[in-house]
């Protein structure tokens, strides 16, 4: 064993490790060097005080002697065979034994290290564990959002969505606390995962929706528990702040949170650490905490339902969506993407919506947000309708009510209005609006000649 402190890898310390040896030098010098690293090391002589420990707290990754006295550390079947509470084991021995190694291995070991080794060797490989564990996590945080179609690509390039990502990319590589406001289906999810994958951070993106979670479990989902801490807790299980470990952690609907769990947000926020329920002991986390609220958080303070100082803390930085209606421009856009989409998704046809179906798109004002025409979307191809033909044939009790053009404009103004509009849509694009409004595009130039090109603006 080598006594010189090794430069250790950077990497999240909300990370727990137990070391199992009879020979408490061994079980000090580890101890010693891996708590400069992690969170939570705890150590046991043998397998029956470890697993007293362990049936108290979770464990990432247990560095077990396979000689102890007792049972050896290969017939440690309750942490081996344990796959609800799964840990990474790196087992030890003093003897140069390959039949040993071979055992060691197929009973489940991440590592196998020879005794004496030297610190680096160790780190190394604790390195190598806590990595891909990591990587599992992360991985399990993609298959389920590409299971459930997520992306982190805003869309959008309206002035009020291009500052909208602008702020984004500037307070992104930042570990501070941000606050996201916008009206439900504006997408607030979207930008919370833009910033994680703009930030740099390893570990996975966490959403939880605070208003889905029961009350009385919600301590529970967010900081884990111990066994026995509450009815029907038989076993200790990670809270999903742990399992953001070195990632980001989306607590949507803020608002929705309860006043004694705000007060427990508040402490996590300031000191960086989560107490798992009916546990002592305070873990120290590696996780950017983001949070979205369609409520007016000032006003809840105001009312007393929400937390002053906790308001402050999260409102370090604060970006604001804009609902759909104060960005028509966008709708054209949107469209595109949610019909190719929901096309695949569906498997059905590429579609190509006429000018009259998006024109209706933009006049609609949008109550639902994004959410709302990505719905509507969905129906119009499911059904084989576009949208314009699907209002139609609705009741007129329940055709959405439309923004129109004042009664007393020519149809001259009506037409360069809308014109103007859809090459606005398509940030000045004029080829991409004639295939929209469905002329050429020398027809297109001839009408902006006749409207723009005078200095007495001779309109047509």
Request: with cysteine; glycine share 6%; proline share 5%.
């Amino acid at each position: 064993m080598s006594q010189i402190d090794t430069p250790l890898k950077p990497m999240p310390s909300a990370v727990s490790v137990l070391i199992v040896d009879d020979e408490p030098g061994m079980r000090s010098f580890l101890s010693k060097a891996l708590t400069k690293k992690f969170a939570l090391v705890e150590t046991a002589a043998s397998i029956e005080e470890a697993e007293q420990l362990r049936s108290r707290c979770h464990f990432d990754l247990l560095i077990v002697d396979i000689r102890l006295p007792g049972r050896s550390g290969i017939e440690w079947r309750e942490a081996l065979d344990d796959q609800e509470r799964r840990s990474d084991i790196i087992f030890m021995t003093g003897y140069a034994d390959m039949d040993v190694a071979i055992q060691a291995l197929r009973a489940g070991a991440s590592d196998f290290i020879l005794k004496p080794f030297h610190l680096d060797q160790m780190m190394q490989s604790v390195d190598r564990c806590i990595e891909r564990r990591l990587l599992k996590r992360e991985n399990l945080m993609l298959r389920r959002d590409m299971s459930l179609g997520y992306s982190s690509t805003l869309i959008g390039n309206s002035d009020a969505m291009t500052e909208v990502k602008r702020i984004i990319e500037r307070v992104a590589p930042t570990n501070a606390v941000v606050l996201i406001e916008g009206e439900s289906g504006t997408g607030k999810e979207l930008v919370a995962r833009q910033l994680h994958a703009l930030s740099g951070r390893r570990g996975p993106f966490v959403p939880v929706n605070c208003g889905s979670i029961a009350p009385e479990l919600l301590e529970s989902e967010l900081f884990g528990h111990t066994a026995g801490s509450f009815t029907g807790a038989k076993g200790n299980r990670e809270g999903l702040f742990s399992f953001a470990s070195g990632g980001t952690i989306f607590l949507d609907e803020i608002g929705e949170m309860p006043l004694k769990m705000q007060t427990s947000l508040l402490r996590v926020l300031e000191q960086k650490s989560i107490r798992p329920v009916g546990s002592e002991k305070e873990i120290n986390i590696d996780v950017r905490v983001v949070a979205a609220t369609n409520r007016k958080l000032q006003d809840e303070v105001e009312d007393g339902n929400f937390r002053r100082d906790l308001f402050y803390r999260l409102n370090v930085l604060n970006i604001t969506i804009p609902p759909l209606r104060d960005r028509p421009e966008d709708v054209v856009e949107l469209t595109h993407h949610f019909t190719r989409q929901l096309g695949v998704e569906l498997g059905v046809r590429e579609v190509v919506w006429s000018h009259e179906d998006l024109l209706k798109l933009q006049q609609y004002e949008w109550p639902g947000n994004t959410r709302e025409l990505r719905n509507m979307i969905e129906r119009c191809l499911l059904l084989g309708k576009p949208p314009a033909e699907y209002w139609k044939d609705l009741p007129k009790a329940e055709q959405p009510v439309q923004s129109g053009y004042p009664m007393d404009w020519a149809l001259k103004d009506v037409e360069k209005d809308h014109v103007t509009a859809v090459v606005a849509a398509h940030s000045g694009n004029k080829s991409a609006a004639a295939r929209v409004l469905g002329v050429s595009r020398k027809t297109l130039d001839r009408k902006y000649k006749e409207w723009f090109d005078s200095e007495t603006e001779q309109e047509f």
